[in-house]
């Protein structure tokens, strides 16, 4: 009797991993900017905190305040550092955003909650 060859083995294709985009907001507007294609993710990186400080972060339409992601916060490891990834929505509108972070004050504000703000803006174009 013949050998019957064994089937071949098939693999569905791998999916495709959207791209990420690394990111250090900055204290002044507008001084960095990335573009970013929907569906592909944002990793926010910061340094200079205090250990287990807790920053938060905002997405929103740019220069306005409507925001299009609840606030996330991210805590700062031992070396004062932090990492978080934003993933866009593979829906949502290409258009200008940005990224706001800071650290609380209970309501304080002033110049020292001020100092603590960061921003990115975030170019968003049609994957």
Known sequence: MPAVPAPTPTSAPEPEVAESIAVTPHPEW????VTVPQGASVTLNGSGYQPGQQIF?????????GW?????????????NYSFTITIAAD??????????????HGRGGPDFEATKRYAGIDVVAS
């Open 92 to 105: 949502l509108p290409p258009r200008a955003y940005g990224v706001l972070t800071f650290v609380e004050d």
């Open 30 to 33: 507008n001084a960095v900017r």
């Open 68 to 80: 299009v992601m609840d606030e996330q916060s991210a805590i700062a490891d031992a070396g004062g």
């Open 57 to 65: 972060i905002g997405l929103g339409i740019d220069r306005t305040d």
